[in-house]
T-cell receptor, first 112, second 111 residues
Framework: SQTIHQWPATLVQPVGSPLSLECTVEGTSNPNLYWYRQAAGRGLQLLFYSVGIGQISSEVPQNLSASRPQDRQFILSSKKLLLSDSGFYLC???????????FGDGTRLSIL | QKEVEQDPGPLSVPEGAIVSLNCTYSNSAFQYFMWYRQYSRKGPELLMY????GNKEDGRFTAQVDKSSKYISLFIRDSQPSDSATYLC???????????FGKGTRLSVIA
């Protein structure tokens, strides 16, 4: 069966520091991968998605970037965090765009 | 008009009640419909997945899709305190289009 791992679970970072969140999927090949941010009262905001290694689509202009160095690895990064980057970040995978997405347990990021 | 509308609640019901959760949407191209349950501080968990119109039942959960009205529903029978969570609807059109999520309805089932 497929599993998704996302870490760390919580992270506290100072403004201006870099960020790297990692997500890996096991038990499937060439999944679609997604990064979301979830803010209270605003629902799930799709940040990036990838249909293959090195293929990244950005949904919103951000202080963030994403990379997919391996088939089942998806990384969310920032060179310099802003206060507005605080939130709950979720990684997800799916077999293709029409199939349901399956989520990790998220990273709660607080910027001080 | 937002693409997907979902009443945020909160919705509070007694244990054993039948719960009805709903979403409306504006894009007639949507064909794939999902319901997720999200507990506090956890990622969303897939509950139901349906294609096009009709009903689907899984245990205490029933999903309904009415494409003519652009309306989807999730019914929970014999609700339990463990059903207390936020429920999100999601949908997509065919092709390589990402899912569109509702903002979620917060449900509390009181023992």
């Amino acid at each position: 069966s497929q599993t998704i791992h996302q870490w760390p679970a919580t992270l506290v970072q100072p403004v201006g520091s870099p960020l790297s969140l990692e997500c890996t999927v096991e038990g499937t090949s060439n999944p679609n991968l997604y990064w979301y941010r979830q803010a209270a009262g605003r629902g799930l905001q799709l940040l990036f998605y990838s249909v293959g290694i090195g293929q990244i689509s950005s949904e919103v202009p951000q202080n963030l970037s994403a990379s997919r160095p391996q088939d089942r690895q998806f990384i969310l990064s920032s060179k310099k965090l802003l206060l507005s980057d605080s939130g709950f970040y979720l990684c997800a995978w799916s077999l293709n765009s029409n199939q349901p997405q399956h989520f990790g347990d998220g990273t709660r990021l607080s910027i001080l | 008009q937002k693409e997907v509308e979902q009443d945020p609640g909160p919705l509070s019901v007694p244990e054993g009640a039948i719960v009805s959760l709903n979403c409306t949407y504006s894009n007639s191209a949507f064909q794939y419909f999902m319901w997720y349950r999200q507990y506090s501080r956890k990622g969303p968990e897939l509950l139901m997945y349906t294609y096009s119109s009709g009903n689907k039942e899984d245990g205490r959960f029933t999903a309904q899709v009415d494409k003519s009205s652009k309306y989807i529903s999730l019914f929970i029978r014999d609700s339990q305190p463990s059903d207390s969570a936020t429920y999100l609807c999601a949908m997509s059109a065919s092709g390589n289009t990402p899912l569109v999520f509702g903002k979620g309805t917060r449900l509390s089932v009181i023992a």
